[in-house]
């Protein structure tokens, strides 16, 4: 069955390390991390240890039964997790989870409006799809009703400026919530955001955006959902991307670097809406709910990202990744701008300089002539945008192979633009 993504040119036979190998032999460095996802190394030792010895004691239960790695899980998430967001619960893919976020915000404000940024993802089953506005949108019907999107943060496109040419984003998230509170019927449950938007194009919010994010909400009485699929367990320099803005989501979740590329994912909240959700009668009990054997992969990431240091790694590989394609920048005049954070950096292709017309073929021409050099890096085209390289190895990922990851894309630009 077709599943409307194209397949790859070449056939991956093994992962291991940041590379990828196909069948003859040849070698791609992974700069997406598998599906955004494979935080550590591909079949890190540690990881692999722990799949083999849960799928020989203690693979899966009943959903109500209790496991030591769930206990584990949940307590040294909560030790990372500010602290009122102590109660966790483990389920496998991020659509899953923020289905059941959205849910859990509507069953405890009894409200059914759920707000996200116009160039948001968070999954395309139906109610996480209706909240991703980066893709699939055009067919399957309409989305869930209370659907409303909010202005993405672009800075590099925004039409608000101040008088020296700043972002001012302000003035653009003012008119934001005067469209939302116009177009509301007064039953706004929840907003939910990436603290980066990845698939749309690594829109990364200025400092004090989510800061004034929160308190719109609290006003309105609605949740603020965090989803950090791509973005938390250290990706962009520190645990979760939203520490840097000093708040608290009202709901947390993880999903792909959890498990680093294994089917983890988790929805994280507080003793108050716990309870709420409770006496409203949510329930979420899916087949693989607090699944052992994932959760024991979990514990293994949480503890390798702990004990290796690698938010720390992370904000050092991606500074000097984002030194390197500054100088790119500096290179090739089709590089527009470069954003990001961490090892999370994206890089927006224009076809002409003095109009910022966006370069999606441009982009495109440049990421298979990488792709045959042997680098494995993705691109995103939405509307209006120019085709954005999210460039996201392993936080594992060495000095040697950035520098080679950076040396692919030059060439590729090189050959491309002539
Ligand atoms: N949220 C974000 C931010 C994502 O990037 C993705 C996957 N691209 C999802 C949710 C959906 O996760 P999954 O594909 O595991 O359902």
């Given at each position: 069955m077709t599943t409307g993504v194209p397949s790859s040119p070449v056939i991956i036979t093994k992962a291991k390390g940041t590379r990828l190998y196909d069948a003859n032999n040849g070698q791609i460095l992974d700069f997406t991390s598998g599906q955004l996802s494979s935080l550590l190394d591909h079949s890190h030792p540690k990881i692999v240890e722990v799949v083999k010895k849960y799928v020989e004691e203690l693979d899966h239960l009943l959903s109500n039964m209790i496991t030591q790695p769930v206990i584990d899980l949940t307590e040294r998430l909560a030790r990372f997790l500010p602290g009122s967001l102590e109660?966790?619960?483990?389920?496998?893919?991020?659509?899953?989870?923020?289905?059941?976020?959205i849910k859990m915000a509507k069953c405890y404000t009894g409200r059914f409006e759920i707000v996200a940024f116009s160039a948001s993802y968070h999954?395309?089953?139906?109610?996480?799809?209706?909240?991703?506005?980066?893709?699939?949108?055009?067919?399957?019907?309409?989305?869930?009703?209370?659907?409303?999107?909010?202005?993405?943060?672009?800075?590099?496109?925004?039409?608000?400026?101040?008088?020296?040419?700043?972002?001012?984003?302000?003035?653009?998230?003012?008119?934001?919530?005067?469209?939302?509170?116009?177009?509301?019927?007064?039953?706004?449950?929840?907003?939910?955001?990436?603290?980066?938007?990845?698939?749309?194009?690594?829109?990364?919010?200025?400092?004090?955006?989510?800061?004034r994010m929160s308190v719109e909400c609290k006003k309105r009485?609605?949740?603020?959902?965090?989803?950090?699929?791509?973005?938390?367990?250290?990706?962009?320099?520190?645990?979760?991307?939203?520490?840097?803005?000093g708040i608290v989501p009202d709901i947390l979740v993880l999903s792909k670097t959890l498990g680093s590329g294994l089917p983890l994912a988790s929805g994280s909240t507080?003793?108050?809406?716990?309870?709420?959700?409770?006496?409203?009668?949510?329930?979420?009990?899916?087949?693989?709910?607090?699944?052992p054997l994932t959760a024991a992969v979990g514990n293994k990431v949480l503890e390798i990202v702990e004990r290796d240091n690698l938010c720390q790694r992370a904000a050092e590989r991606g500074q000097q990744l984002r030194s390197g394609l500054l100088?790119?920048?500096?290179?090739?005049?089709?590089?527009?701008?470069?954003?990001?954070?961490g090892l999370l950096q994206g890089i927006e292709i224009i076809s002409d300089a003095a109009s910022k017309t966006p370069g999606a073929e441009l982009g495109q021409a440049v990421s298979d002539r990488a792709m045959a050099g042997g680098l494995s890096c993705n691109v995103v085209n939405l509307p209006g945008m120019g085709g954005v390289f999210r460039l996201a190895p392993p936080v594992t990922v060495s000095v040697e192979e950035i520098e080679e990851g950076l040396q692919i894309l030059d060439e590729a630009f090189g050959y491309v633009l002539g």
């Open positions: 109660k966790s619960f483990f389920l496998n893919t991020g659509s899953e989870t923020t289905e059941a976020a999954g395309l089953t139906q109610g996480s799809g209706s909240t991703t506005y980066s893709a699939g949108r055009k067919n399957g019907g309409p989305s869930m009703p209370g659907q409303l999107a909010f202005p993405a943060p672009y800075a590099y496109r925004s039409f608000f400026k101040k008088p020296d040419g700043a972002y001012d984003w302000e003035s653009e998230l003012e008119i934001g919530w005067s469209l939302i509170d116009r177009q509301s019927v007064g039953s706004l449950a929840a907003f939910i955001m990436e603290p980066i938007l990845s698939t749309g194009g690594i829109l990364e919010p200025p400092l004090g955006y989510l800061a009485g609605m949740l603020l959902i965090m989803e950090e699929a791509q973005t938390g367990v250290g990706r962009t320099g520190q645990m979760f991307a939203f520490e840097r803005d507080t003793a108050e809406i716990e309870r709420g959700c409770r006496e409203a009668g949510f329930l979420w009990l899916t087949t693989h709910l607090n699944d100088r790119l920048q500096q290179k090739y005049w089709c590089i527009g701008d470069v954003r990001g954070r």
